[in-house]
């Protein structure tokens, strides 16, 4: 009798001290999964696209509810220590700010969902999305932002320059990705491995004619490139309707196949992504995916974003589209969470982001003499020339 009372007691205290929400979800039966449907999608030169129904599991969907609420508050904060004047020169945020993603989550989050680690990215200056799905920490992105040792390029490549394994920036001429996107591509056809590479640019860089150059050469040696454009509607404050005489930007690949794809819901994109990049390792070539999405804010943080467009635009987007709550929806009103769970995950994630931005703005910065550092992998030492040609830098790599 006293060995079951003491048991009792063992379970009765092991409960209280764990948050009553924590019980109660542990407690809950929820669905391992649920289909869905998706928006079809527009389709260029294809007999068939991807499906319009879905399988997400429970587990799937808690790790992109998690990961798109990361993205988020990762940019918010980002844009409060711009604000401050930790965070200095360009930074561009995924929702407009800082040249920031807010709202274009579903895309980072739903490209990754698509492909392998081991296939490959490169996008443009609006990056810090893309270089945490492909697989960098909170505080690696922070720290670099804020210029220290310990960022993910050293402190010294900044908002714009930002590299992974099989990530290759953030980069800060427009439009001048695709072309190197097209070299990823070949790289992966030359070598003989099941790779592809995933090509972003926005709206705004759609009409250089670099990237009508690219697509030539992808579709001439059937590279497995997926040239994608994020169209959020506006690039810098120009309306895609004065900039572009056709809007269409999917058909833009002529002779590529191309996909316009909702970019604010998740699901869509990742279906989308296996689709296009099925293709491609099939070896018919490149194709082209259009994900329509918005961003809440301005172009960077000089641009309040409200000048070239109404505010009751942005608020119907915000209150209707928006891929965060869109997710959030699926999976309480389909049983596979609860409102209380993704409050945790909230929670943590915030944590998570406070901690990382204790550390970007605690770590040094890197010395002068770490200036020259980096420039070559793998080669012996040598010396850079400074401003003048009486100032020396080593270069370790």
Known sequence: MRKMLAAVSRVLSGAAQ????????????????????????????????????????????????????????????????????????????CDGQLLLPLMQEACCVGLEAGINPTDHLITAYRAHGFTFTRGLSVREILTELTGRRGGCAKGKGG??????????????????????????????????????????????????????????????????????????????????????ASTDYYKRGDFIPGLRVDGMDVLCVREATKFAAAHCRSGKGPILMELQTYRYHGHSMSDPGVSYRTREEIQEVRSKSDPIMLLKDRMVNNNLASVEELKEIDVEVRKEIEDAAQFATSDPEPPLEELGYHIYSNDPPFEVRGANQWVKFKSVS
């Open 159 to 244: 908002s714009m320059h930002m590299y992974a394994k099989n990530f290759y920036g953030g980069n800060g001429i427009v439009g001048a990705q695709v072309p190197l996107g097209a070299g990823i591509a070949l790289a992966c056809k030359y070598n003989g491995k099941d790779e592809v590479c995933l090509t972003l640019y926005g709206d705004g860089a759609a009409n250089q004619g670099q990237i009508f150059e690219a697509y030539n050469m992808a579709a001439l040696w059937k590279l497995p490139c997926i040239f994608i454009c994020e169209n959020n509607r506006y690039g810098m404050g120009t309306s895609v309707e004065r900039a572009a």
């Open 18 to 93: 764990k948050p009553a929400s924590r019980v109660l979800v542990a407690s809950r039966n929820f669905a391992n999964d649920a289909t869905f449907e998706i928006k079809k999608c527009d389709l260029h030169r294809l007999e068939e696209g991807p499906p319009v129904t879905t399988v997400l599991t429970r587990e799937d969907g808690l790790k992109y509810y998690r990961m798109m609420q990361t993205v988020r508050r990762m940019e918010l904060k980002a844009d409060q220590l711009y604000k401050q004047k930790i965070i200095r020169g360009f930074c561009h945020l």
